[in-house]
């Protein structure tokens, strides 16, 4: 089981702050995917990654895909609590099944 | 939207109990998942189905069972409920094409005293 470590695991931060976490692996993924859960719900789709090295946005919200496929990072800027939840990230392999981080808690307080 | 629906949101059942968690989902999809979500450990597979009537084991298939009769509908079983069986239960689809996301029900919570 290719393993995906997620860091940190929990952040609490006040509102307007800067934070980034991090998803790191020894495996190479044909592409990676972030998902966020609020309390209650299922995990829902940010966004996906594919190529090596690929950046994409999301309002305030910056994914980054390694160069090499093996880790991630999703920074957010000036964080507001609507930010609130769990950030799972989550790689796909070859077979096309996804192994799940462990999960960055988020708490953003207003 | 899609929707996937878990017929419970929260079960308690004791050690010994045959338990039966189901999901529907509404979208045709191909692919249906069985995760369970533990704090600190993320999600952790316990079964796929790609079609009616088959099955996969995942990462942690021991001690569950899953069925697919119809292509809406995956089911999982806890043939006899132990209390380390106590976890959020996800059901999830997709349309199984490269790179195509799950999409989530809201999780059953089982407690197995």
């Known amino acids: 089981t290719q393993l995906l470590e997620q860091s940190p695991q929990f952040l609490s931060i006040q509102e307007g702050e800067n934070l980034t976490v991090y998803c790191n692996s020894s495996s190479v993924f044909s592409s990676l995917q972030w998902y966020r859960q609020e309390p209650g719900e299922g995990p829902v789709l940010l966004v996906t990654v594919v190529t090596g090295g690929e950046v994409k946005k999301l309002k305030r919200l910056t994914f980054q895909f390694g160069d090499a496929r093996k880790d991630s990072s999703l920074h957010i800027t000036a964080a507001q609590p609507g930010d609130t939840g769990l950030y799972l990230c989550a790689g796909n392999n070859a077979g096309n099944m996804l192994t799940f981080g462990g999960g960055t808690r988020l708490m953003v307080k207003p | 939207d899609v929707k996937v629906t878990q017929s419970s949101r929260y079960l308690v059942k004791r050690t010994g109990e045959k338990v039966f968690l189901e999901c529907v989902q509404d979208?045709?999809?191909?692919?249906m998942f069985w995760y369970r979500q533990d704090p600190g450990l993320g999600l952790r597979l316990i079964y796929f189905s790609y079609d009616v009537k088959m099955k996969e084991k995942g990462d942690i298939p021991e001690g569950y069972s899953v069925s697919r009769e119809k292509k809406e509908r995956f089911s999982l079983i806890l043939e006899s409920a132990s209390t380390n069986q106590t976890s959020m239960y996800l059901c999830?689809?997709?349309?199984?094409?490269?790179?195509?996301?799950?999409?989530f029900g809201n999780g059953t919570r089982l407690t197995v005293t």
């Open positions: 979208m045709d999809h191909e692919n």
């Open positions: 999830a689809s997709s349309t199984g094409t490269a790179n195509s996301p799950l999409h």
